[in-house]
């Protein structure tokens, strides 16, 4: 059969990191590229005592269809979660439970964008975003970042150029790929502009629970009076992402259209896993385990920042204050494609940092380590790898 692929998907590439991991097979390759949970944080013991008891208790409740906003305890639970330390629900908004977030992305473009329309986007961001956002046909417009979060000035030039973009992505806690958290003063100044611009803000927040330093910052949707901000979480990596579990909170008329969009995709999310999600939100001690996490992931990145400054002190870094990555600059006499090609013939996988720019034909000295992944052992031995890589270059 000789398919007709869509104009949308026409010339649509897959995700550089979705590639990478295919070769995770190979056992003898050490992984920075993924952004997986460490395994030993899921809460496995309770997801099978959970799961045991409500299959005995009530079988058809879990396995029977569900409705599309989600099951009404679970909405409960999480919107409780949700607003416990910040008023994120607010009295306009509604919260839907949908099948990980990057459903959420992938809706809020079904509903806000028609094809060529503009999409404004923190430049770097997840590649799964813009993967989101090209498949509706919209023309990603970049905005630079800067240490504390995006540039103002780039900002308000590209929400008041024609045509206007139908919405702004930021990740303003640990973003991926920079690990960089937006400020409290520019989040102020990016919820300002969109008020006074009309351009909605899309808040993905999946790592907002991971802080492993520093003070915590509100998130942009407490602030918003005005329906403003479409808010996104997960619980990919505070539970587990193989349950595909993440919520949206934003302003009833958008919901509408929301719950309409996930009808006609998957109908509702999977029951299974937004009950053991409320079992696990009112039964288990939900703060300590994510101190727990946090505690891993603080001494597996103190664990790498260490070793790259003793054995690759050519490579610049920022000191992330949470979440699951750092974003490494190489000097400029090293050619990043390169030294990342290089380090997978060595067996360790990094991804480049161009697979994060909107035009990833930019010249760029930068790429991405993940450190929630690997053990303290593959850490080490990856940063071996990087710091031989070094010397072979720098020695040519
Ligand atoms: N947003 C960002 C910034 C991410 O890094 C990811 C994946 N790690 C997602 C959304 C999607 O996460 P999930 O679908 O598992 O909730």
Request: overall charge negative; aromatic content about 8%; some cysteine.
């Amino acid at each position: 059969m000789d398919f007709q692929i869509s104009n949308r998907m026409r010339g649509m590439k897959p995700s550089v990191i979705r590639e990478i991991l295919k070769q995770m097979s190979d056992p003898e390759l050490i992984s920075f590229a993924g952004g997986n949970p460490a395994a030993d944080s899921f809460p496995a013991k309770e997801i099978a005592q959970f799961s045991a008891e409500m299959l005995e208790q009530d079988p058809v409740g879990v396995l029977q269809y569900s409705v599309t906003e989600g099951v009404p305890a679970a909405r409960e639970a999480v919107r409780k979660f949700a607003n416990r330390h910040y008023s994120v629900v607010k009295a306009n908004d509604d919260l839907i439970l949908v099948s990980g977030s990057q459903q959420i992305l992938d809706f809020v473009t079904k509903c806000l964008c028609n094809e060529g329309d503009v999409v404004a986007v923190e430049n770097p961001a997840f590649l799964g975003a813009f993967l989101s956002f090209r498949c509706y046909g919209t023309k990603l417009v970049g905005v630079s970042m800067e240490e504390d979060g995006v540039n103002l000035e780039e900002l308000e030039k590209v929400f008041a150029a024609e045509p206007k973009p139908r919405f702004f992505y930021c990740i303003p806690n640990f973003q991926n790929p920079t690990g960089r958290t937006m400020s409290e003063a520019k989040r102020k100044a990016v919820y300002a502009l969109s008020v006074k611009y009309g351009v909605p803000v899309l808040e993905d927040d999946p790592y907002g629970e991971l802080r492993i330093a520093g003070q915590a910052i509100a998130p942009i949707k407490s602030l918003d009076e005005t329906g403003n901000v479409i808010y996104a979480a997960s619980f990919s990596k505070i539970m587990c992402p193989g349950m595909r579990l993440a919520y949206c909170v934003c302003d009833k008329t958008l919901m509408k259209s929301l719950v309409i969009a996930k009808q006609g995709s998957d109908v509702h999310t999977n029951v299974w896993s937004q009950r053991i999600c409320a079992e696990l939100l009112t039964r288990m001690d939900m703060e300590a385990h994510i101190q727990e996490i946090r505690g891993i992931y603080r001494e597996k990145a103190q664990w790498m920042m260490q070793l790259l400054d003793e054995k690759c002190p050519e490579i610049r870094y920022i000191r992330p204050e949470g979440g699951m990555f750092l974003w490494g600059t190489l000097p400029e006499n090293v050619q990043m494609q390169d030294f990342v090609k290089r380090c997978l013939d060595k067996k360790l996988a990094v991804v480049p940092g161009n697979a994060f720019l909107v035009d990833e034909n930019q010249p760029c000295q930068n790429f991405r380590m993940n450190f929630s992944t690997p053990t303290k052992q593959q850490i080490k031995m990856g940063v071996e790898i990087m710091a031989a890589v070094l010397r072979e270059m720098q020695l040519q």
